[in-house]
């Protein structure tokens, strides 16, 4: 039975899930809190719980992908969005021993938002994609005991003006974090 949030919750202003409502099951709830109810058992495997980061991005973004970092390379594991082959996304890997939008976070970086630079690993990234770099992306990188495990991708349509709420995404992954731990 789900219980209403902790007044802490209303006090920071984060609701989501009134007393007398309940979210659908399989599907992230777009509250604050981003409750997920999943079938049968309680905990997530690695592939489910960046499915549901996904899902989360996919209505907030033109296109939004996860990439796993392994190895010092960053590739491919899932994305959503107007041209995203998912076979495509799966296939790309970019090596972090060269400049690029993902080499970025080695250095501990919190998030990445703006334009992509004309590197040439982020002009193979983009290539490899089959699509030109987007005019903003956002990213912000999973981290697993100050380790780095993979990025969340997204990226904008020229004509929206409004940025992302970068603190949102944070606490997203924050929480992909936490759901990994179990």
Known sequence: VLRPPPPVYKLLGAGGLEPDTRPEVSKLSGGTLGYYVRPGKHSMTRDEVFEAVLDFCAGRFTRSAIF???QQKVVGFGGRGDGF???RIRSVVVGLDAPSIFSHFLTGSEFYYGPVPGLPANQQ??????MPPPERILLVPVQNKERLIALVYGDLPSNRREDPD????R?????AVLALEI
């Open 85 to 87: 082959d998912p076979s």
């Open 171 to 175: 606490r997203l992954v924050q929480k």
């Open 68 to 70: 796993l970092v392994t």
């Open 166 to 169: 970068i603190a949102l995404y």
């Open 125 to 130: 990234f983009y290539r490899g994609l089959g």
